[in-house]
């Protein structure tokens, strides 16, 4: 069974989460530590607990999301995991990074590419691979069935839904995303989002202004 920890990183207040399960196998998913200080909070929090770093997701490559891959990789030895639709975002990054203000040395080592429709394994435990764009092109949720929960990244949030006036952006994908890989997963299901609180299917089914039920 995975349990989970989530911590909250950078000026953008992203969500970077750990799942690991008895053997304390951990998955690092989104890093999104920016400053040293948040650097050393994971490395702490990981360390701490005796917990192993095993292998490092995300679920799509906005700078919040990816700035502390290079990090994880240089500490943990962690190979990168992302949809190959999302290479050009990671590519595009650190520009993004110099456009706000928040520079930072990009991940560049080897890169396994997910599929939508398999599994990525933790020990024993087996996440799903969703394929969810919308909000970025290659937008990837992780769906852990036996705990009853995703993580959903950019997705869906409370009462909100990712932003869709950026590049490779579309209410429409991301809509038609929410509708069919989320909307139809059981309503007690629990979204661990990239921004904010966790919410589950069921209370945005019901309130989610912006895609509705
Ligand atoms: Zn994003
Ligand atoms: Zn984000």
Redesign the pocket.
Known sequence: MLNIKSFTFSP?Q?NTYLLYNEEKDCCIIDPGCYFPKERDELKTGIEKTGLKPVLLLNTHC?L??VFGNKFVHDTWGLTLHIHEKEKSLLDFAPMSGEMWQLPFDNYEGPIVYLKEGNSIKIGQDELKILFTPGHSPGSVSFYYEPGGFIIG??VLFQGSIGRTDLPGASFEVLENSIRTQFYTLPDETVVYS??GPETTIGEEKSNNPFVKF
Request: charged share 35%; net charge negative.
């Open positions: 953008v992203e906005h919040d999301h990244g950019d990239g921004h």
